[in-house]
């Protein structure tokens, strides 16, 4: 059976979209460490993670060791709090029981959809996907192209010259172009038909293996000397390469359907201020 994550695809309808995120995203090791204690009270490695991964942007890229004393601070404000809270009788409130039992349910929800969603993917489904991939997969030319990107039209011309004399086209591309694949020698790798600007991608299609441009092609971008490396016709990925996504597509079909069939069997009523019944559109 193959394993897929809650994370790895993204399911229809408001249900799954104000999910927060919690630990059971991810296993935790079974002997979970402390790795601080505030008033006695631990603080295990697996909060850690949950609280990385809840900072989000450059903090989750960054090593857990670096940032430790950050999130072990941050943990034990939330700790701290909430034991206040609790002596002060916060959690027994009506407001707080609304919460929890909201909280609850986005867990039950999100743990009980990963659980299905893992039982409806499998190996056999995952290879019937890529066999009508690459059943319907249509091969088409590509080229590898190489270019050197100029300001003037005069500028390219003189550039067009050196090639001429034998120079080396990816060590210009290094010290003469002023586009962003200028330091990668101007390696645009391949790339089939609409990938790039017209004016380009024709100029590059029409020289031969090895040839560059002998003009200047003129592109909203500037002049550009192109060169063609190669030519090959596009083949269908490898399995292992569109696996995840396949797993993804699955799972979001297999969940999606499962919440449509739930819904279409369930007696949902929507109210307004004065809590008369408002008819929803099927």
């Known amino acids: 059976m193959l394993k897929t ?3 790895s695809f993204v399911l229809a309808g408001a249900l799954i979209v104000a999910l927060p995120a919690f630990a059971a995203d991810k296993p935790v090791a079974d002997k979970d460490r402390v790795v601080a204690t505030v008033n006695g009270a631990d603080i295990y490695y697996s909060e850690l993670l949950e609280a990385q991964r809840a900072m989000g ?4 890229a960054m090593p857990l060791n670096v940032i430790q004393g950050l999130l072990v601070n941050s943990i034990a404000d939330r700790k701290l709090v909430a034991a206040t809270a609790r002596m002060e009788g916060v959690h027994k409130t009506d407001e707080f029981k609304k919460r929890m039992q909201s909280i609850e349910e986005h867990v039950l929800q999100r743990q009980y959809l990963m659980d299905y969603a893992d039982k409806a993917v499998t190996d056999e489904k995952v290879k019937v996907k890529y066999d009508e991939m690459v059943k ?10 190489r270019h050197i990107l100029l ?22 591309a290094k010290t003469k172009s002023t586009g962003p694949s200028g330091p990668n020698g101007g390696d645009l790798g391949f790339f089939g038909a609409g990938q790039m600007v017209p004016e380009f991608e024709l100029a590059a299609f029409d020289l031969k293996e ?3 441009s002998k003009k200047p092609v003129k ?9 063609a490396e190669a030519f090959r ?29 739930l819904r279409k069997k369930a007696e949902i009523k929507m ?12």
């Open 233 to 261: 016709v596009s083949e269908p990925p490898k399995l292992e390469e569109v696996a995840d996504k396949i797993k993804g597509d699955l799972a979001n079909d297999a969940v999606t359907s499962y919440i449509e069939g």
């Open 271 to 282: 109210f307004d201020e004065a809590g008369k019944e408002i008819k929803m559109d099927e």
């Open 219 to 227: 592109t909203q971008f500037g002049y550009h000397v192109i060169k």
């Open 210 to 212: 090895g040839g560059f």
């Open 136 to 145: 319907s997969f249509n091969p088409e030319k590509q080229v590898h192209a």
């Open 57 to 60: 942007g450059q903090a989750q």
């Open 5 to 7: 994550t809650f994370r």
């Open 151 to 172: 300001k003037t039209e005069d500028e390219a011309k003189a550039v067009i010259k050196e090639l001429e004399g034998g120079a080396d086209f990816a060590e210009l």
